[in-house]
C-alpha cells in the first residue's frame, strides 16, 4: 500500500469562543536530527558570524531605510495622503521599526512605531496633519544620523516620548466617536521602552 503524498490534517478541538489547531509534526520530525554531546556544529554561532560578517553593512542598510521613508513622506507631500501614500508610510515606517533591532539601532524603534500607531488608529489618515508625519520621519532620520553620540538613548527617548504624547492626543481626539476603540488606543505600547 503506497503512502499517500496529501498531508494529513490537523487536530481541531473546537471551544465556545476559541480553537485549538494541532497540526501533525510527525513529518517534521524525520527532518530534524538531535544534537550529539560532542557535536561541534552550533547553529546559533554560526548565525551569530555571519551576522558579524555582514553587520559593516547595517549602517548603510538603515541609511537606505531611512531614505525610503523619507521617500514616501515627499511622495505624501505631492500628492497629499490617500489610500497609497498612507500605506507607503505605514510600511517603510514599518520596516525601519522591524530593521532597527536587528542592525543596532534600538533607539529608533519607538519613533517608528508611533508612526505606524498614528496611520493604523486614525480612522481617516488623510485628516493626520503632515507636520506630525514630518516629526516622526524627522525623528526617525536624526536618531539614526546621530546614533554615535553618548547620549542618544536619553536624547532619543526624550524625542519619542514626546511623540508619542502628541501621536496619542491627536489618536484620542479623531477616535472620540469610537470610545470601545480608545481602550486599544491607550494601552502601553508593546516596543520596549528601555533601549
Not at 113 to 123: A, F, G, K, M, Y
Request: with cysteine; charged share 30%.
Amino acid at each position: 500500500m503506497a503512502a499517500s503524498s496529501k498531508p494529513s490534517r490537523p487536530d481541531v478541538i473546537t471551544y465556545g469562543d476559541h480553537e485549538v489547531i494541532t497540526p501533525d509534526t510527525s513529518k517534521m520530525r524525520k527532518l530534524v536530527r538531535a544534537a550529539a554531546p560532542d557535536d561541534k556544529d552550533d547553529p546559533v554561532a554560526r548565525a551569530e558570524a555571519a551576522l558579524a560578517q555582514i553587520s559593516g553593512e547595517f549602517s548603510t542598510w538603515m541609511n537606505d531605510e531611512c531614505e525610503r521613508l523619507d521617500a514616501a513622506r515627499r511622495k505624501a507631500h505631492d500628492t497629499g495622503l490617500n489610500k497609497q501614500t498612507c500605506q507607503e508610510l505605514f510600511l517603510s515606517a514599518h520596516d525601519v521599526k522591524g530593521d532597527s533591532g536587528t542592525f543596532g539601532y534600538p533607539a529608533v524603534v519607538p519613533a517608528a512605531d508611533s508612526l505606524c500607531r498614528l496611520i493604523e488608529h486614525t480612522p481617516d489618515a488623510m485628516k493626520i496633519p503632515m507636520k506630525l508625519i514630518d516629526q516622526h520621519v524627522d525623528a526617525v532620520r536624526a536618531i539614526v544620523r546621530e546614533y554615535a553620540r553618548g547620549d542618544i538613548a536619553q536624547v532619543a527617548m526624550a524625542l519619542t516620548s514626546k511623540l508619542r504624547q502628541v501621536t496619542d492626543e491627536f489618536l484620542i481626539s479623531e477616535n472620540r466617536h469610537r470610545p470601545e476603540y480608545l481602550k486599544t488606543i491607550s494601552s502601553p505600547s508593546v516596543v520596549p521602552g528601555e533601549f
